[in-house]
């Protein structure tokens, strides 16, 4: 069954849709909440996350990517990095010139934790780190315009993601089954959340959409069963299959 709802009772109504239970968050005019366990503003997400000291320990294997590739590369491919696949690399440092992550790039990279984008990243192809069951902390820069279906499939330790504010759809399975996922910002430019996007993400628990969101497709957000707080802010009407 199709629902279509205005802005002023998208919260009320999506609560209705993904959760009976509501945790009682405000969102405030700049996008932030003002309480204490909630998603706020992107800064505030990223604090503590930009691979300080405290999140490696001294055997921890920092790879810098451009020292191994060519200054002509744009784009990272699978076959570029199927000698390291599974090696064991705990933080990914990605050099500057690389505007593309392409297909299966790292896929089960499993050692993986944590890695780091450059703002001229503009494309996260198919599946690009699908399978990097222990890859925590990512930062996608705002520089990023796509992010293809099953990008991030199966990121098992993913707990937080911001997506990019430039991202317009958020692809097909693009976070499927990332079990420990448990707060998602969408930014002002996404319009569309499309089938099985955070399908089996069984741990989310809040859902902040600040965008011109007009669809959230069928079986987008099936067996988050964890899910009590969506906040829908939008003056658009929204198609909700």
């Known amino acids: 069954m199709k629902k279509v709802i205005k802005s002023c009772i998208a919260c009320v109504a999506c609560l209705s849709i993904f959760s009976s239970e509501t945790s009682g968050m405000f969102l405030k005019k700049d996008g932030t909440y003002n ?108 520089s990023v315009t796509y992010i293809s ?17 430039n991202v317009t759809q958020i692809e097909n399975n693009t976070f499927f089954n990332c079990t420990s996922l448990k707060k998602v910002k969408i930014l002002s430019n996404t319009i569309r959340i499309c089938e099985e996007a955070f399908e089996e993400c069984a741990a989310l628990e809040t859902l902040l959409i600040n965008s011109s969101i007009v669809k959230i497709d069928e079986n987008a957000f099936k067996n988050c069963k964890s899910l009590s707080c969506v906040s829908i802010h939008s003056d658009e009407w929204i198609l909700i299959n």
């Open 35 to 142: 309480e204490s366990n909630q998603i706020r503003s992107r800064s505030d997400i990223l604090d503590g996350l930009k691979f300080k000291s405290e999140f490696l320990d001294d055997s921890s294997r920092i790879f810098h990517l451009g020292k191994v590739l060519s200054n002509n590369n744009c784009e990272i491919t699978e076959d570029m990095l199927d000698d390291y696949r599974y090696e064991n690399i705990d933080v990914m440092i990605i050099p500057s010139n690389i505007t593309e992550i392409g297909d299966r790039a790292f896929e089960e990279f499993q050692y993986m934790q944590l890695v780091r984008l450059t703002s001229n990243i503009k494309t996260i192809s198919y599946a690009a780190f699908a399978g990097c069951t222990n890859l925590s902390v990512i930062d996608i820069p705002n």
């Open 149 to 165: 279906g099953n990008a991030f499939e199966g990121c098992h330790s993913l707990k937080r993601v911001v997506l990019p504010i």
